[in-house]
């Protein structure tokens, strides 16, 4: 009797044990999917903050562009090193470095707007980025094998979905917190004095201040939740052929599949900045809205987004997330060849659309991307985290294409042509799975 009661407490214990870590796995998800609305915020902020800059730093879209260029060429620079420190110190950390270095580039928007310099502006936007690097190259792979990995693909959607949360409230926040309304024409402003074009720029400039100030508070009181929360270690068991993998890089070429998951988020990354950085000027051009309005409605655009990644989220059930992403890449890739072939209001519900179709494609191709990589999974994600330069190197393009052409919609073959590139990728990894389950 003293026996089977031991035996029971024992299997009570073991229950209990397996319960804690069940609501360990719960918490560390639930904080780990705040982050994926964090960085949404800071990434769909740039969009308010290059129509900001057109006018608070007399930019030509060309040069306020430059904003995704310092932004994402801190994710490309920062996410080898970051995927480096965090097979070290683990997820936790490695997260716990990107939000201070998040709120350190949030807090140097102050002296920036003071000083009124374009390139501080940058230095402040790439530490940003450098710190979102850090989280990305955490919270993804943190995301995929925390479970089955014939989930994965589901499960970071769920995690992106936040993103997409995050994506459809910054424009809002930004249109409310940032842009003044106010608007002059190139006559209205060769007409001011001095003093008074001076107080318009000071004006202007200084507010982006406490938005970020705002944002930085938010970002380090997140940092200390995670900080003085146990988070469950999760590891690939990173033995002898992990540090041989990670000390000579060259084995990591041999994953075709990694390989045509970077191309594809490279554009990917690509063609949804270019075509979000620009959209407050697509509406402006065609219809002659306000850029309150115009921000307004990239919010509601992001809202599709949003709700695309719920109900793609809710489609892998039962179709195969591969194909999901092949078809959705055409119908995107279509909706920008008739946004470019329309006018009007028309044109922007096409463009706006886009949103919908894009919601699957950076969780989806990541996933996919890190399918049957094992050790070398973090080294893996380094690289598609890398991938998102595409961010930095598309929409000055699309802003040259139209300055050249003088046509916004001329820019946006540029995205077409990205998710033909990402329709191709899809098609290719159906075919693997097939050859798979052969």
């Known amino acids: 009797m003293a026996l089977s009661s031991q035996s029971l407490h024992g299997s009570a214990a073991a229950s209990a044990r397996a319960s804690l870590v069940q609501r360990s796995y719960l918490l560390a998800f639930s904080l780990v999917t705040a982050l994926f609305f964090m960085w949404a915020v800071a990434n769909n902020f740039n969009d308010i903050l290059i129509k900001q800059f057109q006018k608070a730093l007399d930019l030509t879209r060309m040069q306020s562009g430059l904003v995704q ?45 003071e000083i009124r310099l374009f390139g501080f502006f940058l230095v402040a936007l790439y530490t940003i980025a450098a710190g979102l690097a850090f989280l990305e190259t955490s919270a993804n792979p943190f995301i995929s094998v925390m479970g089955s990995p014939a989930t994965a693909a589901q499960r970071l959607n769920l995690a992106q979905s936040f993103n997409g949360f995050g994506g459809f409230v ?28 001076e107080a318009y720029y000071a004006s202007e400039a200084q507010a982006v201040q406490f938005p970020y100030l705002g944002l930085a508070a938010v970002v380090l009181t997140l940092a200390f939740v995670i900080w003085r929360t146990r988070f ?25 599949h990694l390989l045509g998951a970077v191309a ?23 219809t002659g809205a306000g850029e309150k309005s115009a921000a307004h409605l990239l919010g509601f655009s992001l809202m599709g987004f949003m709700l695309g990644r719920f109900i793609g989220t809710a489609l892998m059930r039962f ?3 591969a194909r999901m992403l ?29 949103s919908v179709f894009m919601s699957i494609m ?15 999974t973090k080294l893996g994600s380094s690289l598609l985290v890398m991938a998102i330069v595409g961010g930095a190197l598309f929409p000055p393009l699309v802003g040259m294409v139209a300055d050249r052409m003088q046509s916004i919609q001329m820019g946006m073959m540029v995205p077409l042509v990205s998710f033909v590139v990402v329709a191709l990728f899809g098609a290719a990894m159906q075919r693997r799975g097939k050859r798979g389950r052969a």
């Not at 070290?88 to 949030?106: E, M, P, S, T």
């Not at 106010?182 to 209205?188: G, K, L, N, P, W």
């Not at 092949?326 to 463009?351: D, H, P, Q, R, S």
């Open 69 to 113: 260029t310092a932004f994402y060429l801190g994710y490309f620079t920062v996410a080898l090193p970051a995927g480096w420190v965090v097979t070290r110190v683990g997820y936790k950390n490695g997260i716990l470095i990107g939000l201070c270095l998040y709120a350190l580039g949030a807090l140097l928007f102050f002296p920036a707007a």
């Open 170 to 197: 910054a424009p809002f926040l930004g249109s409310a917190l940032i842009l003044s309304g106010v608007e002059h024409s190139a006559e209205e402003l060769s007409a001011m004095s001095p003093q008074a074009l």
């Open 232 to 256: 469950p270690e999760i590891t690939e068991d990173l033995g002898d052929d992990a540090r041989k993998t990670l000390a000579d890089r060259r084995s990591i070429w041999s994953h075709r």
């Open 264 to 286: 594809a988020q490279l554009f990917y990354v690509g063609a949804q900045v270019g075509i979000w950085s620009y959209f407050i000027n697509f509406v402006q051009d065609l």
């Open 319 to 321: 179709l195969d997330p």
């Open 326 to 354: 092949g078809i959705y890449g055409v119908i995107a890739a279509v909706l920008c060849g008739a946004a470019m072939l329309t006018e009007g209001w028309t044109a922007v519900i096409l463009l706006g659309s886009t």
């Open 362 to 376: 950076f969780p989806t191709i990541f996933a996919l991307g890190v399918q049957d990589l094992g050790k070398s």
